[in-house]
């Protein structure tokens, strides 16, 4: 809203003009959020004790984890509140991938909302059942990726067009049918980024630490996607699809890098909240609505390694037992495993952090740098 408010403004004074710039709207955008998350967790943290919206602690789960038992949580609509926010008032409104992105965003926050709130007030695990689950991601994620497909969000010069790490866009790119590249984005792209956030949320500061790195990646491939400079198109030099208008989603991942960076002051460990799945479920289908959008898809399960580790550690955990009645991991996902062995807390999540951050330097060599 400000940006069109200043926009209109800037013929009477000169120096609004600046806000033309999404690099100049990206760092208001993530400086909004993140200045957000700072004044209102404290309010937000002393109202969940308040109404005891506390965290449920598995039963199963490693014995350390009894002391988290009713550390706040739901911390995750906090993040949301500041990142729409921080979107709302930078972005250009009228970009036809703006409001898709916030939808999945808000759309499966509000899905998290739920199951969280009724683990607590059940006082056990068992929130939303998980065909439900699943079934109001699938529909909510088909409203944005279906705008993608079939609507006017995407050029039709790149819009069934998949994009190959290591190859040029231009010279490299095959052909999808709309219905086959919709569902693939939907079920593993968006689907399964929301879900893998979901799983690697287990211990302080553990998710949100990736969701950072993984949101500030895509931040620079989203402007490289969408940015033209005096006429030097950034994505074709890069070999790199050129998409309309994702510029804006610069803004928007700017924002949750803001708010995730504010969230984290009072995520790590020991936490003081706790994201829960209105969290989780959002910042995860935000990030794979972003590398769908943004023709970057295959470059995701790279930038986002950890996460991916974590969900396909849990599935062939399942998988493995369900077929032997034997286990491979102590416990799943992987983060327990490393628990089980005796490793602290702090040390696994830090050196999570840390393959986190050479994923995202990986996954941006692979999809720029190398090209």
Not at 122 to 128: A, D, L, P
Request: a positive charge; glycine letters at 10%; aromatic letters at 12%.
């Amino acid at each position: 809203m400000l940006f069109h408010l200043f926009v209109h403004l800037r013929g009477r004074i000169g120096f609004l003009n600046v806000f033309r710039y999404v690099s100049t709207r990206t760092m208001l955008a993530t400086m909004t959020s993140l200045l957000i998350t700072f004044a209102l967790a404290p309010w937000f943290i002393r109202r969940a004790r308040a109404r005891q919206l506390g965290e449920i602690i598995r039963d199963d789960g490693p014995s350390t984890h009894a002391a988290k038992q009713g550390t706040p949580t739901m911390g995750g609509a906090l993040i949301i509140m500041a990142l729409v926010t921080g979107t709302v008032l930078w972005c250009d409104l009228t970009s036809p991938l703006v409001w898709p992105a916030l939808f999945v965003t808000v759309g499966y926050g509000a899905l998290g909302f739920v199951d969280d709130y009724l683990k607590i007030t059940r006082k056990n695990k068992r929130g939303v059942p998980g065909k439900l689950k699943l079934l109001v991601q699938f529909l909510v994620g088909a409203v944005a990726v279906g705008w993608l497909f079939f609507g006017d969000a995407l050029d039709p010069s790149v819009r069934q067009r998949l994009a190959v790490p290591l190859l040029n866009f231009e010279r490299h790119s095959p052909e999808i049918p709309a219905i086959a590249y919709a569902l693939f984005g939907l079920v593993l792209v968006v689907m399964g980024t929301s879900n893998a956030v979901n799983l690697t949320d287990g211990l302080d500061g553990l998710a949100i630490g990736p969701v950072i790195a993984c949101a500030f990646t895509f931040m620079l491939l989203s402007y490289a996607a969408g940015q033209t400079l005096a006429g030097f198109n950034i994505a074709h030099y890069l070999g790199l699809a050129h998409v309309r208008g994702a510029g804006e989603l610069t803004v928007f991942c700017g924002s949750i890098v803001g708010a995730s960076i504010g969230f984290l002051w009072y995520n790590t460990h020991p936490a003081q909240v706790f994201m829960g799945d209105v969290g989780a479920l959002a910042l995860g289908g935000a990030i794979g609505f972003v590398a769908l959008a943004t023709k970057t898809e295959l470059s995701l399960p790279v930038i986002a390694g950890v996460f991916v580790v974590e969900l396909f550690s849990d599935v062939i955990q399942v998988g493995y037992f369900k077929a032997t009645g034997r286990r491979i991991f102590l416990m799943a996902p992987i983060h327990h495993h490393f628990e089980k062995m005796g490793w602290p807390e702090s040390r696994i999540v830090v050196r999570f952090w840390i393959v986190s951050f050479s994923c995202a330097v990986l996954g941006l060599l692979l999809t720029l740098k190398v090209r």
